[in-house]
């Protein structure tokens, strides 16, 4: 069964650096999704991106943050300049349709920022 | 803005019934999801309920009553396995169906 795939699983960054986050979504779905969520507090919403651009964004999605579709397959989530509150588990989620219900999460990214 | 509660924690039976509740204030509605979170994975999902009514699922069961803004999650027969996070998440009416989530019920089932 397809299965969304997320690189690296663990990230160790210092402050200021950039990160890549990357997902290979399932490729029949045309929906996609970055979640993250602080150890020990809920799934938030991040960002929303269909047929090439973004649909919606959340307050946390400032312009630190990009996402790209780049070749069809991979998406990814780019931070310019980490902050230790930028540490948490990214998950990226798909979802094959808009009148479909399911979205389906990938294992996630830990994030650390020290 | 979009707010969503349920309890933190709760502890349950293997074999026994439990009921996870959920209530909602959002600025839109288009669909109420349950998903199962096992400490350090990725959210499952487990049930989708848009209209009033109870949805069963084997055995698990999502109720949903709209004008309420309630919502419950039903699990039977306990398992062990059934310990995990559940995370009610509704789902806003605009365009791209972003998910907007509760904190999540730590269930924890003992023998």
Redesign the interface.
């Known amino acids: 069964e397809p299965e969304v795939t997320q690189t690296p699983s663990h990230q160790v960054t210092q402050m200021g650096q950039e990160v890549i986050l990357r997902c290979v979504p399932i490729s029949n779905h045309l929906?996609f999704?970055w979640?993250r969520q602080i150890l020990g507090?809920?799934?938030?919403?991040l960002v929303?991106f269909?047929n090439n651009e973004i649909?919606?964004k959340?307050e946390i999605f400032d312009d630190q943050f990009s996402v790209e579709r780049p070749d069809g397959s991979n998406f990814t989530l780019k931070i310019r300049s980490t902050k230790l509150e930028d540490s948490a588990m990214y998950?990226c989620a798909g979802?094959r349709q808009?009148t479909t219900?399911?979205?389906?999460?990938?294992?996630?990214t830990r994030l650390t920022v020290t | 803005g979009q707010n969503i509660d349920q309890p933190t924690e709760m502890t349950a039976t293997e074999g026994a019934i439990v009921q996870i509740n959920c209530t909602y204030q959002t600025s839109g509605f288009n669909?109420l999801?349950w998903y199962q979170q096992h400490a350090g994975?990725?959210?499952?999902?487990l049930s989708?309920n848009?209209l009033d009514g109870l949805e069963e699922k084997g055995r698990f069961s999502s109720f949903l009553s709209r004008s309420k803004g309630y919502s419950y999650l039903l699990l039977k027969e306990l398992q062990m396995k059934d310990s995990a996070s559940y995370?009610c998440?509704v789902?806003d009416q605009?365009?791209?169906?972003?998910?907007?989530?509760?904190?999540?019920t730590r269930l924890t089932v003992i023998p």
């Open positions: 929906y999704y979640y507090q809920k799934v938030e919403f929303s269909y649909s919606e959340s998950f979802q808009r219900y399911e979205q389906y999460f990938g294992p996630g | 669909g999801f994975e990725a959210p499952t999902f989708y848009v995370l998440a789902r605009t365009g791209a169906n972003n998910l907007f989530f509760g904190t999540g």
